[in-house]
């Protein structure tokens, strides 16, 4: 608030700084006498006043520009297909061996919890994964695979995820060959894995990925992995981002977890879920925190949240931006307009009709904003190339060709409807009383 106050209070100064001075420059004589012309600087004092004014546009013009990029980099964004059907789920997550349990302690925990929620009126689906899901988390380690040679240039690892049973299911990911993780494979039963098919595609493996072994590890290791299931792609850690190759693991094959991250699927709104958790966790262990609790839609929105308050930056700015260009534009006109009162009422005495002097000043905004939309366009090409790497799927030039249009359009009906009020005026001025104004 002081910040503002202070900007605000030095902008005033600042700004009254410029007409002060000019004020204090006019000729005593000439400003006594009552057919005195305008003073030597007028001319120039003109120019500047529509040089900010055309500035002014110029900049709500980029600004236009750039908030319809982001919107649309939003909306693409808004669009991409997650592989995952989020709707009615509900996520938490659960870290038990920061609260002291043992790794044996903790894998007991966890399945109370997922008996616990499934007998939940409603409850369709209960599964959990040690990496949460659009949480910006990106765990990968190096595997090999059997069959595919690690050229020098080849990348040699994978994201990867410990799952319960029922994930896919849960969660919608479509199963395309094989089978998903049961209660079977467990810490002691022989070592699984499920791919998706980018995992696939990075290590030419095609649809026969089915059967064939992995090492999670360098070179050397054991190919002691059975790949048991190809999935889909879908969401991993960032909703811009696409699907990774990605190898899903058996949780319950997993000696330490520290963490997992639930997802619980309802047929009802997931509001009572919401309320319910915290309760049904309190009774298995009042001493364990419950975190990150939201349904998984609101999940996704956070993790697009930088480009969700950009976008909603650059259309609040643009926004100011015009309306200010706006305010300014009826300012410097109406103040023109009353320069030039004499002017008109010799125009009008001599025969110019009320059309010609609205066309004038008309005439005159046209050619300002065609100057401002050249500039700005200028501007918003550049600015757009610079700002390519915040947007999804938008290219900071090609869009603008049609950006520019509805921008063009809105600032010259900003433009015309700044400048509508003071034509206006300038045509309804009695040439009698024109002629005697000072």
Same mark, same amino acid.
């Given at each position: 608030?002081?910040?503002?106050?202070?900007?605000?209070?030095?902008?005033?100064?600042?700004?009254?700084?410029?007409?002060?001075?000019?004020?204090?420059?006019?000729?005593?004589?000439?400003?006594?006498?009552?057919?005195?012309?305008?003073?030597?600087?007028?001319?120039?004092?003109?120019?500047?006043?529509?040089?900010?004014?055309?500035?002014?546009?110029?900049?709500?013009?980029?600004?236009?520009?750039?908030?319809?990029?982001?919107?649309?980099?939003?909306?693409?964004?808004?669009?991409?297909?997650?592989?995952?059907?989020?709707?009615?789920?509900?996520?938490?997550?659960?870290?038990?061996?920061?609260?002291?349990?043992?790794?044996?302690?903790?894998?007991?925990?966890?399945?109370?919890?997922?008996?616990?929620?499934?007998?939940?009126?409603?409850?369709?689906?209960?599964?959990?994964?040690?990496?949460?899901?659009?949480?910006?988390?990106?765990?990968?380690?190096?595997?090999?695979?059997?069959?595919?040679?690690?050229?020098?240039?080849?990348?040699?690892?994978?994201?990867?995820?410990?799952?319960?049973?029922?994930?896919?299911?849960?969660?919608?990911?479509?199963?395309?060959?094989?089978?998903?993780?049961?209660?079977?494979?467990?810490?002691?039963?022989?070592?699984?894995?499920?791919?998706?098919?980018?995992?696939?595609?990075?290590?030419?493996?095609?649809?026969?990925?089915?059967?064939?072994?992995?090492?999670?590890?360098?070179?050397?290791?054991?190919?002691?992995?059975?790949?048991?299931?190809?999935?889909?792609?879908?969401?991993?850690?960032?909703?811009?981002?696409?699907?990774?190759?990605?190898?899903?693991?058996?949780?319950?094959?997993?000696?330490?977890?520290?963490?997992?991250?639930?997802?619980?699927?309802?047929?009802?709104?997931?509001?009572?879920?919401?309320?319910?958790?915290?309760?049904?966790?309190?009774?298995?262990?009042?001493?364990?925190?419950?975190?990150?609790?939201?349904?998984?839609?609101?999940?996704?929105?956070?993790?697009?949240?930088?480009?969700?308050?950009?976008?909603?930056? &650059?259309?609040?700015?643009? !926004? $100011?931006?015009?309306? *200010? +260009? /706006?305010?300014?534009?009826?300012?410097?006109? =109406?103040?023109?307009?009353?320069?030039?009162?004499?002017?008109?009422?010799?125009?009008?005495?001599?025969?110019?009709?009320?059309?010609?002097?609205?066309?004038?000043?008309?005439?005159?905004?046209?050619?300002?904003?065609?100057?401002?939309?050249?500039?700005?366009?200028?501007?918003?090409?550049?600015?757009?190339?610079?700002?390519?790497?915040?947007?999804?799927?938008?290219?900071?030039?090609?869009?603008?060709?049609?950006?520019?249009? &509805?921008?063009?359009?809105? !600032? $010259?009906?900003?433009? *015309? +409807? /700044?400048?509508?009020?003071?034509?206006?005026? =300038?045509?309804?001025?009695?040439?009698?009383?024109?002629?005697?104004?000072?």
């Amino acid at each position: 608030m002081f910040f503002t106050a202070a900007v605000s209070f030095g902008t005033g100064v600042l700004f009254g700084v410029g007409p002060a001075l000019y004020a204090s420059r006019a000729e005593l004589i000439s400003a006594l006498k009552d057919d005195a012309a305008q003073p030597a600087g007028a001319r120039s004092a003109a120019r500047f006043r529509n040089g900010l004014v055309m500035a002014q546009f110029a900049l709500a013009m980029t600004l236009l520009v750039m908030a319809g990029l982001f919107i649309q980099s939003l909306r693409n964004i808004g669009r991409v297909d997650l592989g995952i059907r989020t709707d009615n789920v509900v996520t938490f997550r659960l870290s038990p061996e920061t609260s002291g349990y043992e790794p044996g302690q903790s894998r007991i925990l966890f399945a109370r919890v997922e008996e616990t929620l499934a007998a939940q009126p409603g409850v369709t689906g209960v599964t959990a994964s040690s990496v949460a899901l659009f949480a910006g988390q990106d765990w990968l380690n190096d595997v090999l695979v059997e069959g595919f040679e690690l050229e020098p240039d080849t990348t040699p690892n994978s994201r990867f995820n410990a799952i319960a049973p029922g994930y896919f299911e849960t969660l919608g990911i479509p199963l395309l060959a094989g089978r998903t993780f049961t209660e079977v494979d467990a810490l002691d039963a022989p070592k699984v894995a499920v791919v998706n098919e980018a995992f696939a595609r990075q290590f030419d493996l095609g649809r026969d990925a089915v059967g064939k072994r992995m090492a999670r590890g360098g070179r050397g290791a054991p190919l002691d992995v059975e790949i048991v299931g190809l999935v889909a792609d879908s969401g991993y850690a960032n909703v811009r981002s696409p699907a990774p190759a990605l190898h899903y693991i058996p949780s319950r094959q997993q000696a330490a977890l520290g963490g997992l991250t639930f997802y619980v699927r309802s047929t009802s709104p997931p509001e009572g879920l919401l309320r319910a958790i915290p309760a049904l966790m309190a009774d298995l262990d009042p001493n364990l925190p419950v975190t990150d609790l939201r349904t998984l839609p609101r999940q996704v929105r956070n993790n697009v949240s930088r480009d969700r308050l950009i976008s909603m930056l &650059a259309a609040a700015f643009a !926004v $100011v931006a015009t309306l *200010l +260009a /706006a305010v300014g534009l009826y300012g410097t006109l =109406a103040y023109t307009v009353s320069q030039r009162t004499r002017e008109f009422g010799l125009r009008m005495a001599l025969g110019a009709n009320a059309a010609r002097l609205r066309s004038m000043v008309l005439g005159q905004v046209g050619r300002m904003t065609l100057a401002s939309v050249a500039v700005g366009l200028v501007a918003a090409l550049g600015v757009g190339r610079v700002a390519r790497s915040l947007l999804y799927e938008v290219d900071g030039a090609q869009p603008v060709v049609v950006a520019v249009a &509805a921008v063009v359009l809105s !600032v $010259v009906v900003v433009g *015309l +409807a /700044a400048a509508f009020v003071p034509a206006h005026r =300038a045509s309804r001025i009695d040439p009698m009383t024109a002629l005697r104004h000072r």
